[in-house]
C-alpha cells in the first residue's frame, strides 16, 4: 500500500479552488487503484490529507490526470504553501479499533 499526503497551508480559498477541488477529488474517488483518504488539522491551521492507493502504479496513473496537473499549476493562488510525501506502507498494527476506519491493501 502506498500513502500520498498532501499537507498545505490554506490561503485564499475562493470559489474556483472549491470547484477545482470538487472536480480534482471526483476524479480521485473514481481513479483505479484508489483505497481511501483521511483528513487532519494541526493546531496551527495546516492541512494534511492522506491518500491511500493499492501502489505507486495507481497513484502515477492519478498523477498524471490532466484536472490533477491544472490543480497543481495554481496551487500559489490558494495555498500559502505545501508539501507532499509518499510512502510505501511496509506493516500495520493495532488493538483493532481503526481497523475498519482506515483503508488496507496489505
Do not use: C, Q
Amino acid at each position: 500500500m502506498i500513502t500520498a499526503t498532501f499537507i498545505f497551508k490554506p490561503g485564499n480559498l475562493n470559489s474556483a479552488f472549491y470547484e477545482l477541488d470538487s472536480r480534482v477529488e471526483g476524479i480521485v474517488r473514481e481513479a483505479e487503484g484508489y483505497l481511501g483518504r483521511k483528513k487532519w488539522t494541526d493546531e496551527e491551521g495546516n492541512l494534511a490529507v492522506v491518500y491511500y492507493w493499492a501502489s505507486l502504479a495507481h497513484l502515477e496513473s492519478f498523477r498524471r490526470n490532466a484536472t490533477h496537473g491544472a490543480a497543481k499549476s495554481r496551487y500559489d493562488e490558494w495555498y500559502e504553501g505545501y508539501r507532499v510525501e509518499v510512502s510505501e506502507v511496509k506493516e500495520v498494527y493495532g488493538d483493532g479499533y481503526f481497523d475498519e476506519k482506515f483503508p488496507s491493501a496489505l
